[in-house]
C-alpha cells in the first residue's frame, strides 16, 4: 500500500489521534469504558496502520522488536510487582489499599499501575503477533 | 423502537454469518468476519454492555482482521473446494447444539427481570452501592476487573503472555526449517 498518496496523508493525520485515544481509554478507565485491554490493541492498531502504510522496516525502526520482546514481560512484570509491593508493606498480594495513608487512594495507585501493566503486556503482544506475520511475508 | 433495531440488527448478523459460510473468497470472507464483529460491537451497545462492544470492535473488527489478512496473504486467496464430511452430518450437529442451547435459555431468567439472581445476590450490593465509597471509582467495571478480581485479571494478562510466546516461538521456528540453514 505504500504506493496510495491518500491512505499516507489520511493515516498521518489519524495515527497521533488514534494513540492518544489509546491512552485516553487507558487512563480514563475509571470513570468511562475501558481500561488496559482496550487501550493496548487500539494503541497496537495504530502501530499495526503505520507499519501497513509506510513499510515494516520503517515501524521496527519506531518500535524495535526487541523492545517489544521486553515490553510483554515487563507488563505481566509490573501487575505482579504490584501485588510484591502490597505484600512488602503488610497486606495481601494485591490488596491495594496499603499503597497509600488513604485506602481510596492506595486502590487508586494499584488499579493504575495494573491496568498499565495490563496495557503494556496487550500492545506488546499484539504488535509481536503483527510482525511475527507480516515478517514471514517478505521473508 | 428498540426491539426494531434489535430484530434489524440480528438480521444483518444472520446475513453476515450466512454470506461467510457461502462465500468461496477468503477476502471477502475475512472483512464480513469484521462486519460480523462490529455488528455485534453495535448490539453489545445497544444492550448496554460498552466495555464489552469496546473490546469486540478493537480486538473482533480490528487487530483480528488484520492478522487474518496477513494469515491470507501466505495462503491462497480462495477456497479449494470438495470438503471432507457429509453436509446432512454437519446440519443434524449444528441443529442439535442450536436445539440444546436454546433449550437451556428456558432456564434463565428473562432479560431485565429485577427478581433474577444478579439483582438479589448478595454480591450485587457489594459491587454496585458499596464499591463506590471503598474506591471512588465509578466505572464498576474496572473496580471489579482490578480491584475485586485482581488474581483473575492476573491471569488473564499471564495467558496473554503465555499466547503470545507460544505463537512467536511457533512462528519464528517455521521460518527456521524453511529458511537455509545459516
Not at chain 1, 87 to 113: C, E
Not at chain 2, 37 to 49: G, H, I, Y
Not at chain 2, 96 to 117: N, Q, S
Request: with cysteine.
Amino acid at each position: 500500500m505504500r504506493e496510495y498518496t491518500v491512505p499516507r496523508v489520511v493515516a498521518k493525520i489519524l495515527i497521533p489521534y488514534i494513540l492518544l485515544y489509546a491512552l485516553y481509554v487507558q487512563f480514563h478507565g475509571d470513570f468511562g469504558p475501558g481500561g488496559g485491554f482496550q487501550a493496548g490493541v487500539i494503541f497496537a492498531a495504530g502501530v499495526i496502520l503505520y507499519a501497513l502504510l509506510f513499510g515494516l522496516a520503517a515501524a521496527r525502526r519506531v518500535v524495535p522488536p526487541d523492545v517489544v520482546r521486553v515490553l510483554i514481560a515487563f507488563g505481566v512484570m509490573l501487575y505482579g510487582g504490584v501485588g510484591v509491593a502490597t505484600m512488602a508493606k503488610g497486606g495481601k498480594f494485591l490488596d491495594y489499599g496499603v499503597l497509600a495513608h488513604d485506602p481510596v487512594h492506595g486502590q487508586h495507585y494499584g488499579i493504575l499501575l495494573v491496568e498499565l501493566g495490563v496495557g503494556i503486556t496487550v500492545t506488546a503482544v499484539m504488535i509481536a503477533l503483527f510482525y511475527a506475520f507480516a515478517g514471514r511475508r517478505s521473508a | 423502537m428498540t426491539i426494531a433495531i434489535d430484530v434489524f440488527l440480528m438480521a444483518l448478523l444472520v446475513v453476515a454469518a450466512i454470506a461467510v459460510i457461502r462465500l468461496r473468497s477468503l477476502f471477502a470472507a475475512v472483512m464480513l468476519t469484521s462486519v460480523y464483529s462490529l455488528l455485534s460491537a453495535c448490539w453489545f451497545t445497544l444492550q448496554d454492555a460498552v466495555d464489552v462492544a469496546f473490546t469486540e470492535a478493537a480486538v473482533g473488527a480490528g487487530i483480528s482482521t488484520v492478522l487474518m489478512l496477513g494469515t491470507l496473504s501466505l495462503t491462497q486467496r480462495n477456497e479449494k473446494g470438495g470438503r471432507g464430511g457429509h453436509p446432512i452430518l454437519g446440519l443434524a450437529v449444528v441443529l442439535l447444539t442450536g436445539t440444546a442451547l436454546v433449550y437451556a435459555t428456558f432456564d434463565m431468567p428473562h432479560y431485565g427481570d429485577p427478581a433474577a439472581p444478579i439483582h438479589t445476590h448478595p454480591i450485587y450490593e457489594e459491587y454496585v452501592h458499596a464499591s463506590y465509597d471503598k474506591f471512588h471509582i465509578p466505572n464498576i467495571v474496572t473496580s471489579v476487573l482490578a480491584s475485586y478480581r485482581g488474581y483473575d485479571t492476573f491471569g488473564e494478562v499471564t495467558v496473554i503472555l503465555t499466547a503470545g510466546i507460544a505463537v512467536l516461538l511457533l512462528l519464528s521456528r517455521a521460518r527456521e526449517e524453511e529458511g537455509p540453514p545459516s
